[in-house]
């Protein structure tokens, strides 16, 4: 079973930068593709980005496009997304996923 550990969320002020990271264990890393997906107060959790398996391609939600940047470190089994010109509607809790397989999740709080 695969495990899935977020860290690096916080209070940023709007403009702020953050960087998400997530370390996995227990599955093969590099045989899958892994997500984002963020869940704002009273919301549904919706999807954020996407990383094919070799890194090679990446996905966005319309509203983050050139703003977040996934990654992923293969030979760490990580995955981590640059967030950079925070908004307030940016904030939410942000899961990393591959499968059915969830994290706990990080808080990001974008206010002033």
């Known amino acids: 079973q695969g495990q899935l550990v977020e860290s690096g969320g916080g209070l940023v002020q709007p403009g702020g930068s953050l960087r998400l990271s997530c370390a996995t264990s227990g599955f093969t890393f590099v045989n899958y593709a892994m997500f984002w997906y963020r869940q704002a107060p009273g919301k549904e959790r919706e999807w954020v980005a996407t990383?094919?398996?070799?890194?090679?391609?990446?996905n966005y939600e319309k509203s983050v496009k050139g703003r977040f940047t996934i990654s992923r470190d293969n030979a760490q089994s990580t995955v981590s997304l640059q967030m950079n010109s925070l908004r307030p509607e940016d904030t939410g809790v942000y899961y990393c996923?591959?499968?059915?397989?969830w994290g706990q999740g990080t808080q990001v709080i974008v206010s002033a």
């Open positions: 990383i094919t398996k070799d890194g090679g391609g990446t």
């Open positions: 996923n591959y499968l059915n397989h």
